[in-house]
RNA sequence: GGCCCCGUAGCUCAGUUGGAUAGAGCAACUGACUUCUAAUCAGUAGGUCUCAGGUUCGAAUCCUGACGGGGUCACCA
């Protein structure tokens, strides 16, 4: 029986029975009792105070006794001010254990039938992945996992930015500078040589730019465009984009360049491909190296051109309206937002029109009952925009879909900006902690027994396990500061920590062997066996809790306190060499289920366990 | 300026469906390894929970208003 269940029943009947009152679901408040007082459970007492007339203690004390003498849970209790602590038989925490060991897949809810779809990662492919996307991809990850455990059919899916603009600036660059240089002739992992071009464009551009800025046309722009008292160097800044369009001879190439692919042109297309599938090398690489995959990926190049029946069919019922110059148009003042245009006056798509499309398509393909998008805080306008959109268009899914909106990570020197040069790059950041690890490990000993290639996959585990845990511990919605050295922390709240609460079970299942005594029913526990057994009971609510809330942090914060209270728990008592035989069989399992929770609530962070470190 | 997010110890963060004396980690100092892995444990020190009102038996948590920081308000994506 499920204990707390039992004890709220048991609490109502009571109450009914002593003060004739049916206490509601919402007054019936019970907590895992504080650390400094005696007991497993507390249930506050301060909501029938009003109700009942009579004093916390009196209430507190009265129902106290009753439940002593009338509960098969309650041992014992005892009151402070209307706090009443109850504590519970152990045997009801011994059967909990039993349920943890009995259950492989402990903590999993039942498949409610339900699908949920989450869109994550959704690189460009003019760069490589950085340590922005990493906190997308772990989040994104996580949460699959976290709603597969919930008992939801799950589908993940990114949506790969493979044309535009941007990729067309690195062939532009390839074109021009690379002499044809490829990933196997450079030794430069794909998506880098790309990301190469793009900056190498960038140069060229930026040079190509200030010459004209010291020319008559641009310092005519400056004095007919720039504002009252602007400074030179502002003005340029904010009229770069018009630059590029207007008069930067670049920037015609490289339109030419997205035309000439949006005719399809043969050679262009050629290109295109051929770079991109340099990219998708690279960024499988990086996905391999973060543990993360995919079930369906979307390119944008097969649905830039979606969205557009969804405007026409809006056009009919009256949701959009078109402008004089034909540009197509949303009103949303109705829901306190602005007026958004959704089809270009030469009749191209924005980016909001290819969301549509890609939100009916996917829909019409897979039915999701609930569909997710984890996309950076700056984005939080659009998604606003893009539900509202779907709703005015009657779209029966509309009200399931949601952006997970995180914060960007900054480092300590400030913004990470691409332009600058200022990215932390994935592929590098997860071989610098796996370094640290590796020497940090090496100066500690104790994987003298291990092969190379055993010793290389927990340098490995550890490395990643410090960055991942780093970057998700944080709540979500959190801008947050990246400070490398931190990163690779393997001491405290970290990675690593709750790692080897892992490892030092691990090591004390080896040195076991065989049963000892079994332990009856009716065993004594102590009271950190108790605590600890209250939170390992307490896992299956955390992953509900963490999906309502689409919240890793939640779960890792939760691993950390199991971790910790093992910690003490490891210090304080013998396991191995406990009094009587039947104490170590219990030890032994005791270790065992919280080896089993920490394994799988760190599985759904994307965090893998070591078995040594 | 409108809208959204954030503000808790020196630093990084938990705690926010209202519950006990607001918790961790890092950094500082002290102690514990011939004993199951010291990537550990224990202790000291560190707080007007940004501020001011309000609701409540009870507020870091809810409401109102300030203040500070960030984001966003493109025929960009």
Redesign the pocket.
């Given at each position: 029986m499920d204990i707390l269940s039992g004890l709220a029943a048991d609490i109502k009947n009571q109450v009914q029975h002593l003060f004739d009152y049916e206490i509601s679901q919402?007054?019936l408040?019970i907590?895992?009792?504080?650390?400094?007082?005696e007991?497993d459970?507390?249930f506050?007492?301060?909501?029938l105070?009003?109700q009942l007339k009579k004093s916390?203690q009196d209430i507190a004390d009265g129902l106290g006794k009753a439940l002593v003498a009338e509960s098969q849970l309650v041992t014992g209790y005892?009151?402070?001010?209307?706090?009443?602590?109850l504590s519970i038989d152990s045997k009801y925490f011994l059967s909990v254990l039993k349920g943890i060991l009995g259950d492989e897949n402990y903590g999993q809810h039942p498949d409610n039938g339900q699908t949920f779809m989450i869109e994550y990662s959704s690189p460009?492919t003019n760069k490589p992945l950085h340590l922005g996307h990493i906190r997308n991809i772990l989040l994104g990850w996580s949460v699959a996992k976290i709603a597969s455990a919930n008992g939801y059919k799950v589908i993940k899916t990114k949506v790969v930015?493979d044309?535009?603009?941007?990729i067309c600036k690195s062939m532009l660059a390839w074109k021009k500078f690379a002499d044809g240089e490829t990933p196997e002739s450079s030794g430069i992992k794909g998506d880098h040589l790309v990301g190469k071009y793009y900056v190498e464009f960038e140069k060229a551009f930026q040079s190509e730019y200030k010459s004209w800025q010291a020319s008559d046309d641009g310092a005519q722009a400056y004095k007919e465009n720039g504002k009252e008292g602007e400074l030179e160097e502002n003005f340029y800044k904010r009229y770069k984009?018009t630059y590029f369009?207007q008069f930067s001879a670049l920037g015609k190439e490289a339109r030419e360049m997205l035309i000439a692919w949006e005719d399809n042109q043969q050679e262009t297309r050629s290109l295109w491909e051929t770079m991109n599938g340099w990219v998708y090398d690279g960024f499988a690489t990086t996905y391999k190296a973060l543990g993360v995959e995919f079930d369906d990926i979307v390119y944008?190049s097969d649905t830039?051109l979606l969205g557009k029946d969804t405007i026409s069919d809006g056009l009919e019922t009256g949701v959009f309206y078109k402008?004089e110059?034909?540009?197509v148009w949303v009103d949303l003042e109705d829901v306190?937002?602005?007026h958004?245009?959704v089809?270009?006056?030469?009749g191209?798509?924005?980016?909001?029109?290819?969301d549509l499309g890609t939100a009916a398509v996917r829909y019409d393909k897979y039915k999701f009952d609930r569909q997710v998008y984890v996309v950076?805080?700056?984005?939080?306008?659009?998604f606003?925009?893009l539900f509202n959109i779907l709703k005015k268009l009657g779209a029966e899914y509309a009200d399931n879909l949601y952006h997970l909106?995180y914060?960007?990570v900054d480092l300590t020197t400030g913004?990470m900006k691409s332009r600058e040069g200022t990215v932390v790059d994935a592929d590098v950041l997860m071989e610098q902690v796996i370094e640290t690890?590796r020497d940090?490990?090496e100066e500690?000993g104790?994987?003298e027994g291990l092969q190379e290639s055993e010793k290389a996959d927990?340098?490995r585990k550890?490395?990643l396990a410090?960055l991942k845990y780093?970057l998700i511990?944080?709540?979500?919605?959190?801008?947050?500061?990246f400070?490398p050295?931190?990163s690779v922390?393997?001491?405290?709240?970290?990675g690593?920590?709750i790692?080897?609460?892992y490892?030092?079970i691990?090591?004390?299942l080896?040195?076991?062997n065989g049963e000892k005594g079994a332990y009856s029913d009716d065993t004594a526990l102590e009271n950190a066996e108790k605590d600890i057994l209250v939170m390992l009971l307490s896992y299956p609510d955390v992953i509900k809790?963490a999906f309502a809330?689409y919240?890793p942090?939640?779960v890792a914060?939760y691993m950390?306190?199991v971790?910790?209270s093992?910690?003490?728990?490891?210090?304080?008592?013998?396991?191995?060499?406990?009094e009587t035989d039947e104490t170590v069989s219990l030890?032994i399992d005791i270790c065992k289920a919280v080896a089993r929770v920490l394994e799988k609530g760190m599985d759904l962070l994307g965090i893998e366990m070591?078995?040594?470190?």
């Open positions: 919402e007054h408040i907590n895992p009792t504080n650390k400094e007082f007991g459970y507390t506050v007492v301060f909501p105070v009003k916390p005892n009151v402070v001010k209307g706090f009443l602590n460009n930015n044309r535009g603009i941007a984009n369009n944008e830039y402008k110059d034909n540009s306190g937002m602005d958004k245009i089809l270009r006056s030469d191209t798509s924005v980016y909001i029109t290819q950076a805080d700056e984005q939080e306008y659009h606003q925009v909106s914060g960007m913004k690890a940090s490990a500690r104790g994987l927990i340098y550890i490395g410090a780093f511990k944080i709540n979500p919605r959190k801008r947050m500061v400070d050295k931190e922390d393997m001491q405290g709240t970290t690593p920590y790692q080897n609460a490892v030092r691990q090591s004390i080896r040195k076991a809790e809330k919240d942090s939640t914060n950390y306190s971790a910790k093992f910690h003490k728990y490891y210090h304080d008592y013998r396991i191995l060499s406990a030890r070591p078995s040594y470190m």
